[in-house]
């Protein structure tokens, strides 16, 4: 996910070409690490409910998607520049960093609540 920090070289340039190059370089970066954070469901999500956990992730990154260019919008209308919103998004890109580092934590299958534990035979019908 750095790369993806490179977008804050666009907001500090004047000249297109060098902030298509940066542009361009964040999403590469992003793209190389999604993957990894759409494995995430399957390793986590309860047994037989990965396609749940997906679509709740899927939902909230679509409403992301939705309110962020309302909100460039609205800050590029306010100060006339694209430069600080290249600024958040890095700002945002660099918390999300840190969320992964320092609140994602271990990584495992959380039980569902209706599982039988796997220490306890189930009862026998008589």
């Known amino acids: ?3 993806g920090i490179a977008v804050i070289g666009a907001a500090f340039t004047t000249n297109p070409n060098i902030a298509i ?3 361009s370089i964040a999403p590469g970066g992003l ?3 999604a993957p990894m954070g759409w494995s995430i469901p399957s390793l986590i999500a309860p047994k037989g409910t990965v396609g749940s956990v997906g679509s709740i992730m899927n939902f909230f990154n ?3 998607g939705i309110i962020a260019p309302i909100v460039a919008g609205f800050i590029f209308q306010v100060t006339g520049s694209f430069a600080i919103n290249f600024i958040i998004a890095a700002i945002i ?3 999300g960093i840190l969320s992964y580092l320092f609140l994602l934590g271990r990584i495992e299958q959380i039980q569902s609540p209706f599982s039988v534990p796997t220490d306890e035979a189930p009862a026998e019908a008589s």
Do not use: D, E, K, Q
């Open 1 to 3: 996910m750095l790369p």
């Open 21 to 23: 190059i940066f542009i």
């Open 31 to 33: 793209a190389f690490s």
């Open 62 to 64: 679509n409403v992301a």
């Open 93 to 95: 890109l660099v918390l």
